[in-house]
């Protein structure tokens, strides 16, 4: 069974930078990208960021690019976000997610079968 765990959300100030991470068990996590997803209140949840099984690629949502760095450590089965230069706007519950199988690549929620349970970022303007 995949299990996602993501920490490294809180409160932060508008312009500041948040590291998460989201550990994953339960996968051969070498073979398996991996995404970023966020949902803020009353909007659906949206891409963010993805990273190929070997860290090769990554793709940005245009609202992040040049502000969130995707990466991971598969020796650690690790995958950070890297946020910065912070906006009110990104504030979100951010979610983890693992593609339904391995070598596959994606952008909208049903492409991913395996989510963590959410790390809540909070950026005050």
């Known amino acids: 069974q995949v299990q996602l765990v993501e920490s490294g959300g809180g409160l932060v100030q508008a312009g500041g930078s948040l590291r998460l991470s989201c550990a994953a068990s339960g996968l051969t996590f070498t073979t398996y990208s991996m995404g970023w997803f966020r949902q803020a209140p009353g909007k659906e949840r949206e891409f963010v960021a993805d990273?190929?099984?070997?860290?090769?690629?990554?793709d940005y949502a245009d609202s992040v690019k040049g502000r969130f760095t995707i990466s991971r450590d598969n020796a650690k089965r690790t995958v950070y976000l890297q946020m910065d230069s912070l906006k009110h706007e990104d504030t979100a519950v951010y979610y983890c997610?693992?593609?339904?199988?391995?070598?596959?690549?994606?952008?909208?929620?049903?492409?991913?079968?395996?989510w963590g349970q959410g790390t809540q970022v909070t950026v005050s303007s």
């Open positions: 990273i190929s099984w070997s860290g090769g690629r990554t």
């Open positions: 997610a693992a593609p339904r199988r391995p070598y596959l690549r994606g952008y909208s929620t049903s492409d991913f079968a395996s």
